[in-house]
């Protein structure tokens, strides 16, 4: 029977002396590379000759980005762990107060979705995979965590020395302050992995990547034999395994916003006809367009109880604002828990029928976790409408997986997105 299993790894790391120490991390770091846009990308590679997007997102291509990496480790400017380690990541954070999440990264062994080890609840993009396997073929390595989720309330990862002891890297950016520690000390190895060791592990963040490593380890075992999934599962065989952040779903610094949306490039769609498409699914409450309409329309929204579908919207050349309310379906109607879901009506009631209904065709949909700046594109005339979401919560999140459904693109935003450019780990036998 297929168990999850978590081990530590040598990771490769920025050597502080290399890079003009350790303020010098802030300058290194990014995101993930898929929220990286052309500004973003700028300005990070502007940051530090040694930012991590030269790796992740290289202007000039994979090769490129492969002998930037190989570079830096003959330089020394990246070194190898001499030992194994878990990394505890910490991110300190504010969003309606102040929050601490708190994860281990280390090396998940890779496991197909068929064994119920691993769950995922977001389709993913042929096109996205090709491309980051192209470029772990090219650097062999995981240069970007997947984030992974687990039900543990019981086990709490903290710095052996405490709260207070100097983290190894400890960096601000985008208003997050995130530290970072080894863990060696076998009692606190152990306890890591008997806390997550044969528990479910679900997806939070980096579909892609989970799939793109299950593709590399697959196409590693081809070439050589002896690397099939009955192999000793040790650090000889580092591409059966991928770099995760792992947190418990119980961490009091779990925090899912709602990912908005703007509809774009509607072609022949009337505005007109498309309000009162909606008007006959939903129940609609208008509110006034004025300084804080925006606030209270959110307010409303996050009012709303779990038992309705919700939206706000805004629609371009109308003077209000929408509520758009209707019952949710319940599992027995449709035999399916994603069917009760905000996005599934988005996606079907809205973007489906609606939107087909009023003429709308080859919809390009643009989002992000600000409501402003979704609405902004229907105010700038780059958008004929927006929609504002309610979060999904973590309980519907692990209901989907558990019921092997996917939902759309973007459904969940975990917050904060986690930093690349900690912790590296690489593929290559050796």
């Not at 064994?115 to 491309?131: I, L, M, N, S």
């Not at 939206?311 to 949710?328: N, S």
Request: aromatic share 8%; hydrophobic share 40%; with cysteine.
């Amino acid at each position: 029977m297929a168990v999850a299993r978590f081990r530590p790894f040598r990771g490769i790391r920025f050597s502080a002396d290399a890079v003009g120490g350790k303020a010098a991390f802030d300058g290194i770091v990014a995101p993930p590379y898929d929220v990286i846009n052309q500004d973003a990308r700028d300005e990070l590679l502007a940051s530090s000759p040694y930012n991590v997007t030269r790796l992740i997102l290289n202007p000039e291509g994979h090769d490129v980005a492969a002998k930037q990496f190989r570079d830096w480790i003959s330089r020394g400017v990246l070194a190898r762990d001499d030992a194994p380690a878990f990394y505890l990541y910490c991110q300190d954070f504010e969003h309606n107060g102040s929050h601490r999440r708190t994860g281990i990264i280390g090396a998940l062994h890779l496991e197909p979705f068929s064994t119920g080890v691993v769950r995922r609840h977001e389709t993913t993009f042929a096109h996205h995979k090709q491309d980051r396997l192209n470029l772990t073929e090219k650097v062999k390595a995981n240069l970007s965590p997947i984030f992974g989720l687990y039900s543990n309330a019981e086990f709490s990862p903290r710095p052996e020395r405490g709260w207070d002891s100097e983290a190894e890297v400890d960096v601000l950016h985008d208003g997050v302050r995130s530290r970072l520690w080894t863990v060696r000390d076998p009692a606190a190895v152990a306890a890591i992995t008997a806390a997550v060791d044969e528990r479910t592990i679900f997806i939070a963040d980096g579909h892609h990547r989970y799939e793109t490593a299950l593709n590399y380890f697959e196409q590693q075992a081809g070439r050589e034999p002896e690397m099939g999934r009955d192999a000793p599962d040790d650090d000889e065989m580092p591409s059966a395994h991928v770099m995760a952040f792992l947190a418990s779903f119980e961490d009091p610094g779990m925090i899912i916003l709602p990912t908005h949306r703007a509809v774009a490039n509607s072609g022949g769609m009337d505005v007109a006809a498309f309000e009162r498409e909606l008007a006959a699914r939903f129940e609609i409450t208008r509110v006034r367009k004025d300084g804080d309409g925006i606030a209270r329309l959110m307010a409303m929204l996050e009012d709303t109880p779990r038992e309705v579908n919700a939206f706000g919207c805004a629609l371009a050349g109308r003077d209000a604002y929408l509520l758009l309310v209707r019952p949710v379906p319940t599992t027995t109607q449709t035999g399916s828990p994603m069917a009760k879901l905000d996005v599934t009506a988005l996606h079907s009631v809205i973007l489906g029928d609606a939107f087909t209904a009023a003429g709308g065709r080859d919809a390009k949909i643009e989002y992000s976790p600000d409501e402003h700046l979704v609405i902004r594109q229907v105010d700038d005339g780059l958008a004929q409408a927006a929609f504002l979401m309610k979060p999904m919560l973590a309980e519907q999140m692990s209901e989907i997986c558990m019921a092997n459904e996917l939902l759309p693109q973007k459904s969940t935003y975990f917050y904060p997105k986690l930093l690349t450019g900690l912790v590296f780990h690489t593929l290559a036998q050796g």
